[in-house]
């Protein structure tokens, strides 16, 4: 028996601010959007306590909770939201063809990809433990809850430099864990952190363990020249090795850089696929701010809005 292939206008794949802010304006826009919240519902905000820094939440919001109010707004103008993930694309056709889950399958006049990145981590069971209680993959976003204190970054590129002379402004001292005894980061970045005085580098440097029941108290780093280990007495522990964008289903089709991220032709979502637009982090490795995919979210909405009236006019 041949299972009729559902038809939808605008397909979103993801659920972080991005896809929730697309779907917003898609259903708004009386196009119907399916919604795919794909592994982690809510994205990367839904492993993040307090969120401060969006704004319109003046006493500030829990992440899990934020995405909740997200997924509700787009569900109150009409996106069908669903649980699952999408294993397969086929961009040649048109409509285009993506399958979730192995097994149903869908054909799509536009596609908003809105699958975000994940942080990488160390491996270690202490970090995830402590994730969210002094353990952070984003300075930009936690760094202010440890003003005055002092903190671990873990990381030896740009973002990693860019990360520690921001925790400098504002706390008290900043440790800086590399692991070999050169950085990767371009020699203006590490110059900004070898001159600052609140910023110490401690070279090959790996991390043995974070220290603290519930909350991070320390960390105990291991030289691995000497073999010496010693504890350091911080409250946050931040880790800048980089992220992976979630977009490897996509890559037979979509134009990414060496990183996996995918390209969109500047000032737009637009890729190099017609019809298929990419917002938030999945396209994004520069700011990667709740409140810049949000931005994003948007401008995908309405580049496939126009996308849709223009192929019906033609």
């Not at 909740?68 to 707004?73: A, S």
């Not at 694309?89 to 799509?108: G, S, Y």
């Not at 105990?220 to 007495?233: A, Y």
């Not at 979502?269 to 931005?295: I, L, P, S």
Request: hydrophobic share 40%; net charge negative; charged share 25%.
């Amino acid at each position: 028996m041949n299972q009729e292939i559902e038809k939808v206008k605008v397909l979103i794949v993801g659920s972080g601010p991005a896809g929730y802010t697309a779907a917003i304006y898609a259903a708004r826009a009386g196009l119907n959007p399916i919604l795919y919240t794909g592994g982690q519902p809510g994205g990367q905000l839904t492993i993040t306590t307090d969120v401060e820094n969006y704004p319109g939440y003046p006493d500030g919001i829990m992440g899990p909770e934020m995405m909740e109010d997200f997924r509700k707004q787009a569900e109150r103008f009409g996106t069908k939201v669903r649980y699952g993930l999408v294993t397969a694309v086929d961009f040649f056709q048109k409509p285009h063809v993506v399958t979730v889950d192995d097994q149903i399958q869908l054909q799509a006049d536009t596609v908003i990809i809105s699958t975000g990145a994940s942080a990488k981590w160390l491996g270690l069971d202490s970090e995830t433990r402590l994730n969210g209680k002094g353990v952070s993959a984003c300075a930009v976003c936690d760094g202010f809850f440890f003003r005055g204190q002092d903190v671990a970054i873990v990381g030896a590129g740009d973002t990693a430099c860019e990360e520690a002379s921001y925790l400098a402004n504002i706390t008290n001292k900043v440790y800086m864990l590399v692991r070999r005894d050169e950085m990767r980061a371009s020699q203006i970045m590490q110059k900004r952190v070898l001159n600052n005085p609140k910023i110490e580098v401690l070279w090959n440097t790996e991390t043995d363990e974070i220290l603290g029941e519930d909350e991070v108290t320390g960390v105990r780093v291991l030289n691995n020249i000497t073999g010496e280990k010693r504890e350091l007495k911080i409250s946050g522990f931040f880790v800048a090795i980089g992220h992976q964008p979630n977009t490897e289903v996509f890559k037979d089709f979509i134009h990414m850089d060496e990183a996996g991220y995918i390209k969109t032709i500047p000032g737009t979502t637009k890729t190099n696929v017609e019809g298929v637009f990419a917002c938030g982090d999945a396209q994004d490795n520069v700011y990667r701010q709740a409140v810049t995919a949000a931005g994003t979210g948007c401008m995908a909405a309405l580049d496939a809005e126009r996308y849709l009236a223009e192929s019906e006019t033609h």
